[in-house]
């Protein structure tokens, strides 16, 4: 198998720091009865200090299980076969289970797309906040006076995240708030120890749109006021269009595009970024045909190694078959498809 | 106890009023005049453990709409504001607590259940939930011919043959008929789900969310299906959504609901082009915009949507509105319509014009 390395667009663009996270390479399985499951088969971005990227893709394309990959979250009968995930330069697939933790959390921390089954309906949110506080805050004091500190650092937290009388509501059950204050309770937790890197999965898939709003608004906020980077993950490229500066598009296990938000979206390079955003309804302008994508994502057992969108794709040729790495598309961007570069630029 | 009365049909009044040489619109298959459904919730297992006394939910309270035959009547609102029951409170499915279902004529409400049988063919639903809404032991064609037999409309290979037809109409091969419901993909699924409510060759159907579970491209297919079917034998839609964009794409006129009630309706390019409740702007205002990221203007909303078990005094939108006045915490606002049938129910609106008085 060919190994697909993402060239490095961002260089390109000059005077970019370091990215805070690069995975290169990444390739998860998952062992089932019918076959193995190749989820994320050489995934490769980076995050940057500061910067909000969206990965954006339909069910089954690889979001989550890419990031529980970063977290070391993926569990038997999956495993992480090969690639690099580098942290600030160090490679997270290298480092054992007890450096793991001590990252989680502190470092990085990820929130999961269905915050009822990820939080712990046994304990209150407020014990559930000191918990991650006690693994990781290095800086409470021990005893009385260190429980004190932590419990008010639990309130602030609530407080940031918008929750009304935070410290009556500590010693609620998760159960006992709706699903908007549920994900920001997760928030919550995921930002007490002031992560450098948030990862939201699907923060905001569960909720109406005006909670969706509030909740989106609240991590830009913090990201401002924390100077954090976050990843979004989401199946809506409304919202990479109002909330990421950069996009990365999933297609079944494998990223098929890159590169600014706008450009992305104004100008999509791959088949697969363009139906989609065809496929989507446009509230300025509602006399615009939607055009969806005919057929289905394949199942990602013994894919051959042709481009994976050949299937559905309106515009492919028997060169396709041959299968295709990522190709620089212009400043900071780059796509999985062979007409990339061979369009006569208009 | 005094429900807000939202009527649609003030849209009929003033277009023949207005008189402005336009083709006569069809005719009303589907009104419904203060339609009440309350749940009593101390009957669930919920009620009994808390054993709460008064824990009724307001569901749908007090609806009155017209569907003309034909048109797709887009239903928008927030998770839990009573889309649902209403759709179901309209088909009977859930038994309406108070007022009127006049279907082509006929008060539905009122009919026995030999009748009503009769009618529910001509009345049929599509649900949200693919996986949920189907029989995982049923094969296919069993799911299909099952409503044909219910109605006594064919059976053996009359009704085979019908299911084979409409297995194809929906864009599924016949080889499909004899899979189960987990051997398909969601949006096939869905399309089994269309399948199944149109075989009995209605006239209306209410789509209860069929696209909010399925994938953006998928959506596209399944919005596509049900637009050709109903060009094709000339249905008439409910649409429900919490997707203002889907509503905008696909229904002719749209009623926003907000706790029960409907807070506007009018021609959905009216509502997008100008919302007049303050509800109705929020709703417009936190959909993300793909092309014009930011533009429109944030107005936030705090907080969730009130329990229908105790909803607030007045105008139920008070505790949320950014333009709440003290008028609105005491008296509900009455609906205001303008000549093109563009009604809203808000203080803020001036009852000359039936315009907003620019809540900034
Ligand atoms: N525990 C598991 N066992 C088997 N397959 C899995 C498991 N978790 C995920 N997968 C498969 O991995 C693929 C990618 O899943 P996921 O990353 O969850 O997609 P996304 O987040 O983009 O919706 C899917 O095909 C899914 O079925
Ligand atoms: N069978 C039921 N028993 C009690 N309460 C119900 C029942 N069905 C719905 N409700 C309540 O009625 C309200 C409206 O629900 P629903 O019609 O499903 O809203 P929507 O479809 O707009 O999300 C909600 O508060 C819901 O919890
Ligand atoms: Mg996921
Ligand atoms: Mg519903």
């Given amino acids: 198998m060919t190994t697909t390395t993402l060239p490095r667009p961002d260089t390109a663009a000059g005077d970019r720091p370091e990215p805070v996270l690069s995975v290169r390479d990444l390739r998860t399985a998952f062992k089932t009865s019918h076959g193995i499951v190749r989820a994320v088969s050489g995934v490769s971005l980076d995050v940057y200090p500061g910067e909000c990227l969206g990965v954006v893709g339909e069910s089954g394309s690889g979001k989550s299980v890419t990031f529980a990959s970063v977290m070391g979250l993926v569990k038997k009968p999956g495993w992480v076969e090969d690639g690099e995930i580098l942290y600030r330069g160090r490679d997270l697939t290298r480092l054992s289970d007890r450096e793991l933790r001590a990252l989680r959390g502190k470092d990085i921390a990820m929130t999961m797309q269905d915050a009822l089954t990820a939080l ?14 006690r693994a990781h805050a290095d800086d409470l004091p021990r005893g009385r006076a260190g429980r004190a500190e932590a419990r008010r650092r639990a309130v602030e937290m609530l407080d940031l995240v918008g929750i009304p009388s935070p410290a009556d509501r500590l010693n609620e059950y998760p159960h006992q708030f709706s699903g908007g204050m549920r994900q920001r309770i997760m928030i919550a937790i995921a930002l007490a120890c002031r992560p450098r890197l948030l990862i939201a999965d699907e923060p905001t898939t569960a909720l109406d749109v005006t909670i969706q709003a509030q909740v989106l608004e609240l991590i830009a906020d913090i990201r401002a006021r924390l100077g954090m980077s976050v990843v979004l993950i989401t199946h809506d490229l409304g919202v990479v269009a109002e909330h990421c500066d950069r996009v990365v598009v999933m297609y079944a296990g494998q990223v098929v595009e890159t590169g600014p938000t706008r450009a992305v979206i104004s100008d999509p390079k791959h088949p697969y970024t363009q139906g989609l955003l065809d496929s989507i309804p446009r509230l300025s302008d509602l006399s615009h045909p939607i055009r969806p994508i005919q057929g289905q994502v394949p199942e990602l057992i013994d894919l051959p190694p042709e481009c994976r969108f050949i299937g559905r794709c309106p515009k492919r040729t028997p060169d396709c078959r041959t299968g295709i790495d990522m190709r620089p598309a212009g400043p900071g961007r780059a796509a999985r498809c062979i007409l990339v570069g061979e369009e006569t630029e208009a | 106890m005094t429900h807000m009365t939202t009527d649609i049909r003030r849209d009929a009044a003033a277009t023949t ?44 309270n007090g609806v009155s709409l017209d569907i003309r035959r034909g048109e797709t009547l887009g239903i928008i609102g927030e998770s839990g504001c009573g889309k649902s029951t209403l759709g179901r409170a309209i088909l009977r499915l859930h038994e309406p607590t108070s007022g009127s279902v006049v279907f082509d004529g006929a008060e539905i409400t009122e009919l026995g259940r030999d009748p009503m049988m009769k009618m529910r063919r001509r009345m049929q639903i599509i649900f949200q939930d693919p996986y949920a809404s189907l029989n995982p032991r049923k094969t296919v064609e069993d799911i ?30 016949t080889a499909h008929l004899d899979r189960f419901p987990h051997q398909f993909s969601g949006g096939q699924r869905q399309r089994i789900g269309v399948a199944r409510a149109l075989i009995l060759n209605p006239e209306f159907v209410v789509c209860d969310e069929p696209v909010s579970a399925l994938d953006v491209s998928i959506q ?60 109705t702007q929020a709703l417009l205002s936190a959909a993300p915009r793909l092309d014009e990221p930011g533009k429109a203007a944030r107005i936030k909303l705090t907080g969730d949507l009130p329990s229908p078990l105790n909803p607030p005094p007045g105008c139920k939108f008070h505790t949320r509105c950014p333009h709440a006045m003290d008028v609105c915490r005491k008296v509900a606002p009455a609906p205001v319509a303008d000549a093109q049938g563009h009604m809203a129910a808000c203080h803020l609106i001036d009852g000359a014009s039936g315009k907003a008085e620019a809540p900034a």
């Fill in chain 2, 144 to 173: 299909l011919i099952m409503p044909l037999k219910l109605h006594g409309l064919a059976k053996g290979k009359a009704a085979r043959d019908a299911a084979a037809a409409m297995i194809e109409n929906v864009g599924l091969k």
């Fill in chain 2, 17 to 60: 009023a207005t008189a402005t040489g336009r083709a006569a619109e069809p005719p009303v298959l589907l009104r419904t005049t203060d339609l009440v459904k309350h749940y009593d919730s101390r009957r669930g297992l919920w009620g009994r453990i808390t054993g709460r006394p008064g824990s009724l939910v307001r569901a749908v």
């Fill in chain 1, 120 to 133: 712990n309906p046994a304990l209150t949110v407020g014990e559930q906040i000191l918990e991650v506080l």
């Fill in chain 2, 220 to 279: 596209a297919q399944i919005i596509q299906l049900l637009a050709e079917l109903k060009r094709e034998l000339g249905l008439t839609y409910m649409f429900i959504s919490h997707d203002i964009a889907v509503i905008g794409y696909v229904a002719d006129r749209t009623a926003v609901m907000y706790l029960g009630e409907v807070v506007e309706t009018g021609r959905t390019r009216d509502i997008l082009a100008e919302p007049r409740h303050p509800y």
